[in-house]
């Protein structure tokens, strides 16, 4: 997929970067025979304890993980290393899965040599499967802090076609600052969280409680503003760790710098989420939604996640439809209000619907358009200046297909 960051003058992409891209940071991964060669037991570790901030699935199922994870972080706002692990979500399991999950935690903790408070845990895959303990402990014991992104990015991916990594750097108080992130999800996807995982890390040094503020507002605009299918997940988090070792004046929002480094973490989200919805479960097209003219974010927010959340605007775009009535039905069920009359909506550049009535175009120019594999759905109320961008995909024959079989 191209233009996954966001253009911002003060920001430089770097290629092929990720989550151990920031100065201190190892990641690493392995097989521990939950999978029959990938690998599935992955590890980030920060050579300086570093401050962090989580957000976390709304779904009042929540997995063990995150209990043991927030229970972490409430500590001292501070993280050393986090474990992830997929094929057993380690969800739904009772004081078992909770236990295990304290367990692994402390296992990593002796391994590395640091405070039980500073590890956080982390599992994705099917819910209601007990973590295999044996295999954790021995995987844990076999960790070597030697660095491979690229094996990290492979052990937290389930259904997921692709790894989806990137990192930035900009410049804060003459120092060189990386952001880096890398995260899985594919199924299970919506906003307000879904079957993600996120991974973000920086070498710049942050206050823990704003660093928190900045992670939930670049959340609600990034990871919160995509969906594939309307479901939520159990094990859903993204965390980000800041361990200062670029070695810049401490940021706050009262930091003359500040401006930047939260456009560098919403790049660096924005770019994840938006590798996310494109890769979608079975899907072939990243869908994004611009909506403007509401009356407020709030508004404009709802109508996007509406539009790009429509089964049958989706299967339209499979098919290369340009069917703009279920686009326009999609706003006027969204619950927002709007003046019909005032509407245009645009599929790229084409102009489709304009003032509440229909507009002559080109059919097979749409088709073409529609063919793509990046496509832009824009809707303008004029009612207001409120804006808001949500991501999503097409909804496929494939879709059904992997989800059918997910378990076999």
Known sequence: MENMIEQHAELKEIKGGSVGSPKGFITGGQNIGMRKSKPDMGWIFSQKPAAAAGVYTTNRFQAAPLSVTKASIAEEQTLQAILVNTVSANSCTGEQGLENAYTTRKWMADHLGIPEHVVAVASTGVIGLQLPMDKMRKGIENISLSGSDALFEQAILTTDTKAKHLAVQCVIDGKTVTIGGACKGSGMIHPNMATMLGFVTTDAAVDPADLKTALKTVTDRTFNRITVDGDTSTNDMVLVMANGMAENKRLTVK??????????????????????????????????????????????????????????????????DANWGR?????????????????????????????????????????????????????????????????????TYNYVKINASYRS
């Not at 770019?271 to 403007?292: H, P, Q």
């Not at 404009?300 to 775009?317: C, F, P, Q, R």
């Not at 069920?333 to 003046?339: C, K, Q, T, W």
């Not at 003032?355 to 009612?383: C, Q, R, T, W």
């Open 255 to 320: 930091h003359p710098d500040w401006p930047i480094f939260l456009s560098g973490l919403k790049a660096v989200c924005q770019g994840l989420a938006k590798y996310i919805a494109g890769d979608g479960e079975g899907a072939t097209k990243l869908i994004e939604v611009r909506v403007s003219g509401a009356r407020d974010e709030k508004s404009a927010e709802a109508i996007s996640k509406t539009i790009v959340g429509s089964s049958l605007v989706k299967t339209a775009v499979f098919g290369s």
């Open 327 to 395: 686009i326009i039905c999609a706003i006027g069920y969204s619950g927002e209000p709007f003046d019909l009359e005032k509407v245009s909506l645009t599929l790229g550049e084409i102009v489709m619907f304009e003032h509440g009535m229909p507009v002559s175009f080109n059919e097979e120019e749409a088709k073409s358009y529609l063919d793509g594999n990046n496509i832009v759905i824009k809707a303008n109320l004029g009612e207001g200046d409120g804006e808001a961008v949500a991501w999503g995909c097409d909804l």
